[in-house]
């Protein structure tokens, strides 16, 4: 039996220990396949909930960490069976957790404003033969999708919470994840992006009933379809977007 010779590998004792204090109980009772399924049921609900420990283990925004490991189990149970929608955005609601714990942070939104009007990208410059800020694409444009500086200033003078998703996304984007540095292009930049706002879509499949743009519908037309692919896709996502969190913000 599978579960039987997993409990008795080396390093699993703790399963065994949990399998016994759990069903000892009830092996008077024991009724076959549905003690079976609901043994198998336990045991991998409890491998989930080590790797949510373990994904989140040094993550340094403490005050969301048990929330985001509650949604990380959630997202697990929904890829099991296989409910695209609520998997979409059992994954969105922890990378919009952090997003939002970045954005309502004062300082964060102060750097955004004081560095908004500064060039986006770093590039090579031949006379000095350094790296340096240069280029017309303001960090401000990066992070607000437009070219008019009333609209960058616009968005500015609102609280950052109110802010569109997308609009705070590529803020953390821009700042943590990419430590305020782009090289050469935006090229990379956006193809994170690109990921992070599909699944922001993929989201909405659970808010449907509003006016879908042309754009969120070319969206939803390759999402459904391809949803084999996009289970593999939004995880790599979030692991990268969580590992990037580790390493650039500091406890």
């Given at each position: 039996?599978?579960?039987?010779?997993?409990?008795?590998?080396?390093?699993?004792?703790?399963?065994?220990?949990?399998?016994?204090?759990?069903?000892?109980?009830?092996?008077?009772?024991?009724?076959?396949?549905?003690?079976?399924?609901?043994?198998?049921?336990?045991?991998?609900?409890?491998?989930?909930?080590?790797?949510?420990?373990?994904?989140?283990?040094?993550?340094?925004?403490?005050?969301?960490?048990?929330?985001?490991?509650?949604?990380?189990?959630?997202?697990?149970?929904?890829?099991?069976?296989?409910?695209?929608?609520?998997?979409?955005?059992?994954?969105?609601?922890?990378?919009?957790?952090?997003?939002?714990?970045?954005?309502?942070?004062?300082?964060f939104v102060q750097k955004i404003k004081e560095y908004s009007s500064l060039p986006a990208l770093i590039k090579y410059d031949e006379?000095?033969?350094?790296?340096?800020?240069?280029?017309?694409?303001?960090?401000?444009?990066?992070?607000?999708?437009?070219?008019?500086?009333?609209?960058?200033?616009?968005?500015?003078?609102?609280?950052?919470?109110?802010?569109?998703?997308?609009?705070?996304?590529?803020?953390?984007?821009?700042?943590?994840?990419?430590?305020?540095?782009?090289?050469?292009?935006?090229?990379?930049?956006?193809?994170?992006?690109?990921?992070?706002?599909?699944?922001?879509?993929?989201?909405?499949?659970?808010?449907?009933?509003?006016?879908?743009?042309?754009?969120?519908?070319?969206?939803?037309?390759?999402?459904?379809?391809?949803?084999?692919?996009?289970?593999?896709?939004?995880?790599?996502?979030?692991?990268?977007?969580?590992?990037?969190?580790?390493?650039?913000?500091?406890?």
């Amino acid at each position: 039996m599978f579960v039987c010779d997993l409990s008795e590998m080396k390093g699993n004792e703790w399963m065994r220990e949990k399998l016994e204090e759990k069903f000892a109980k009830k092996a008077a009772n024991f009724n076959g396949s549905t003690q079976l399924e609901e043994i198998y049921e336990f045991c991998l609900q409890t491998i989930v909930k080590e790797h949510a420990d373990k994904f989140y283990q040094n993550f340094p925004l403490l005050a969301i960490k048990d929330k985001l490991i509650e949604d990380f189990v959630r997202m697990e149970k929904f890829r099991r069976e296989d409910n695209f929608e609520d998997f979409c955005l059992a994954v969105y609601q922890q990378v919009e957790s952090i997003v939002n714990t970045i954005i309502n942070d004062v300082t964060f939104v102060q750097k955004i404003k004081e560095y908004s009007s500064l060039p986006a990208l770093i590039k090579y410059d031949e006379q000095t033969q350094s790296h340096i800020r240069k280029g017309n694409l303001s960090i401000g444009k990066l992070v607000f999708l437009t070219k008019e500086d009333d609209k960058i200033v616009e968005n500015m003078n609102k609280p950052a919470h109110n802010w569109y998703f997308n609009h705070k996304l590529r803020a953390v984007l821009y700042f943590v994840y990419f430590n305020g540095e782009l090289k050469g292009n935006i090229d990379l930049f956006d193809r994170v992006y690109s990921i992070g706002n599909y699944l922001y879509q993929g989201r909405n499949l659970n808010h449907r009933g509003g006016i879908t743009t042309q754009y969120q519908q070319e969206v939803i037309d390759d999402l459904l379809p391809n949803q084999h692919k996009y289970y593999f896709k939004f995880m790599g996502f979030l692991e990268d977007f969580v590992s990037r969190i580790n390493q650039n913000i500091k406890n």
